[in-house]
C-alpha cells in the first residue's frame, strides 16, 4: 500500500523541513525532494497546505499533510513495518509526546526568540532556554536515552530535537546561545554527537557554511526589522 | 492496568481540565477528581507535574501523565477496547491530529490571549478579527474530515474533545474578550457541532454552572491583569 509517490515540499534552511526528511530517511522511503523558493510561494505549495501555507508539506499519492510533527507520526503510521518512532507502552508513548512538545515549544521557539531578541530580552530569553535544557536533560534520563530517546535507533522526540543540531553553530556562534556543560547535561551532549554520526542527518541537515552563510542574513534581517 | 485507581487534578473553569473530563467519561472510567487552588499548589500536583507545575494531571497507577491533549492520547490509547478516538486509516488518523493542533493554537491560545489583552489595544482587535477568520477556516476542518456531526463521526474523538470546551467558554469569550462568532449560515457546521456537544452527556459533567464559570474567570482575569 505504501509503494508510490512520495513527495516533500521543503525548504533546504528549515529546521521543520529537516523533521520530515529525517523520518523519511529513517524509513528508508523513496521520497522526491521539491525545493520551495517560498518567494513567491508556489501554486501546488498553496494548494497543498491552504490554512499555513507552509512547508513542509508531504505530498502521498496525492494526499498532502503538512505540519513537521504531524508529517512525521503520519510516516511512522503508513510505513510501520519497520523503524518504530515510538515505544509500545501508553505511559511511554504519552512521555514522548509531552517531550516533543517541550522541545518545540521551550527549545525551538526559545531558541528563536533570543536569537531576534535584543538586550534585556534577550538575556532573560538565554536564561530560560539554558534552564529549560537543564529540563531536557531529565527527561533524556527519565527515557534512559541511548543515546535518543527511541534507544539506539531514532524515534519521534529524536526527530523532534535533532535539527537544532544542525543549527547549533548558529545559535552558539550568531545568537549568543549557552548551552549546559557536557558535565551538567551529559546526555544532551551524548545525543547531539550521536545525531551527528547519523546517516539520516547527513541527508537532511545542509551544509554547515550554507547555512551558516544564509543566517547571517537572516539575523541581520531580523535585527533591522525591529 | 486499567484497574489501578485513576485520579485526575483539576480546576473546575479550566477548558484543559475540561478535555481531559470529557476523555474518561467518553470511554467510561471510573476516577477521582481533585480540585486545586492554583494560589496553593497541592505537593501532589508540584511532583506530578514538575515541569509546568500545571493542571490537568492524570494520575493512572502511579505515573503522571499532564498537559490535555496527551491525557486525551493516553486515555485513547490505555482503554482501547472502546470509543476509538481516532480512525484507522493514517491520512485521517494525521488530519485529526492537525485539526486539533489548529484547534489548540488558532482557537483556544489565540481566544484567551485576546481576552487577556487590554481593552484599547488594537491587538486585541487584531486577536478578534484572526479569530473568526479561523474559525471560518475550522469549517474546512470539519468539511475535510467529514464530521457528523463530530470529526470522529457519531461519537467524540481526540478533536471533538479538544474543541468541546468551547461550548462551555462561549459565553466567557464573547462578553470578556469581545469575540464575534460566525453565524450559523456562514458556519453550519460549527453550530451543529456546539449544539450536539451541549446535548453530549460528557459535557453534563465535564462542563460547570455557566454563571459560576463567568463569576470566576471575572475575577482571576482580574487578579492576573492587576499583578
Not at chain 1, 43 to 52: A, D, G, I, R
Not at chain 1, 144 to 159: E, H, L, Q, R, V
Not at chain 1, 184 to 212: M, N, Q, S, Y
Not at chain 2, 106 to 124: C, E, H, R, Y
Request: charged share 25%; proline share 7%.
Amino acid at each position: 500500500m505504501a509503494a508510490e509517490d512520495v513527495k516533500l515540499l521543503s525548504f533546504w534552511a528549515s529546521p521543520f523541513a529537516m523533521r520530515a526528511i529525517l523520518a523519511l530517511e529513517a524509513k528508508g522511503v523513496k521520497y522526491e525532494l521539491i525545493e520551495e523558493t517560498l518567494n513567491p510561494k508556489s501554486q501546488l505549495l498553496l494548494e497543498s497546505n491552504p490554512v499555513y501555507k507552509k512547508i513542509p508539506v508531504l505530498l502521498h499519492n496525492g494526499k498532502a499533510i503538512p505540519e513537521s510533527l504531524v508529517i512525521v507520526l503520519y510516516v511512522d503510521e503508513a510505513w510501520p513495518e519497520r523503524a518504530g518512532f515510538f515505544p509500545k507502552d501508553p505511559y511511554a508513548r504519552a512521555m514522548i509526546h509531552f517531550w516533543s512538545d517541550f522541545i518545540d515549544k521551550k527549545i525551538f521557539e526559545v531558541a528563536f526568540r533570543a536569537a531576534k531578541a535584543k538586550g534585556e530580552e534577550k538575556e532573560a530569553a538565554l536564561k530560560e532556554l539554558y534552564d529549560n535544557f537543564l529540563t531536557l536533560e531529565s527527561g533524556f534520563i527519565k527515557f534512559d536515552a541511548k543515546p535518543f530517546f527511541n534507544g539506539s535507533s531514532i524515534g519521534y522526540a529524536d526527530i523532534c530535537l535533532a535539527p537544532f543540531v544542525a543549527w547549533l553553530p548558529i545559535f552558539v556562534d550568531l545568537a549568543g546561545i549557552r548551552l549546559p556543560t557536557a558535565e551538567e547535561a551529559p546526555h544532551l551532549h551524548k545525543f547531539t554527537g550521536a545525531i551527528r554520526e547519523h546517516p539520516a542527518a547527513k541527508v537532511a541537515f545542509p551544509d554547515e557554511e550554507k547555512l551558516v552563510a544564509f543566517s547571517r542574513i537572516l539575523l541581520h534581517r531580523w535585527a533591522s526589522s525591529t | 492496568m486499567e484497574t489501578d485507581s485513576v485520579k485526575l487534578l483539576i480546576v473546575r473553569a479550566s477548558p484543559y481540565a475540561m478535555r481531559a473530563i470529557l476523555a474518561l467519561e467518553a470511554k467510561g472510567v471510573k476516577y477521582e477528581l481533585i480540585e486545586e487552588n492554583l494560589s496553593a499548589k497541592s505537593q501532589l500536583l508540584l511532583e506530578s507535574n514538575p515541569v509546568y507545575k500545571k493542571i490537568p494531571v492524570l494520575l493512572h497507577g502511579g505515573k503522571a501523565i499532564p498537559e490535555s491533549l496527551f491525557i486525551v492520547l493516553y486515555v485513547d490509547e490505555a482503554w482501547p477496547e472502546r470509543a476509538a478516538f481516532f480512525p484507522k486509516d493514517p491520512y485521517a488518523r494525521a488530519m485529526t491530529h492537525f485539526w486539533g493542533d489548529f484547534i489548540d493554537k488558532k482557537i483556544f491560545q489565540l481566544a484567551v490571549s485576546t481576552m487577556k489583552t487590554k481593552k484599547g489595544d488594537p491587538n486585541k482587535e487584531a486577536g478578534v478579527s484572526e479569530l473568526y477568520e479561523n474559525f471560518l477556516t475550522l469549517e474546512s476542518g470539519f468539511t475535510q474530515l467529514d464530521a457528523k456531526p463530530f470529526f470522529n463521526g457519531a461519537g467524540i474523538g481526540y478533536a471533538d474533545i479538544c474543541l468541546a470546551p468551547l461550548a462551555a467558554w462561549l459565553r466567557v469569550f464573547v462578553e470578556l474578550a469581545g469575540i464575534r462568532v460566525p453565524t450559523a449560515e456562514e458556519a453550519p457546521k460549527l453550530h451543529k457541532f456546539l449544539s450536539a456537544i451541549r446535548e453530549h452527556p460528557a459535557t453534563k459533567v465535564a462542563f460547570p454552572d455557566p454563571d459560576e464559570l463567568l463569576s470566576y474567570v471575572i475575577l482571576h482575569l482580574k487578579k492576573t491583569m492587576a499583578a
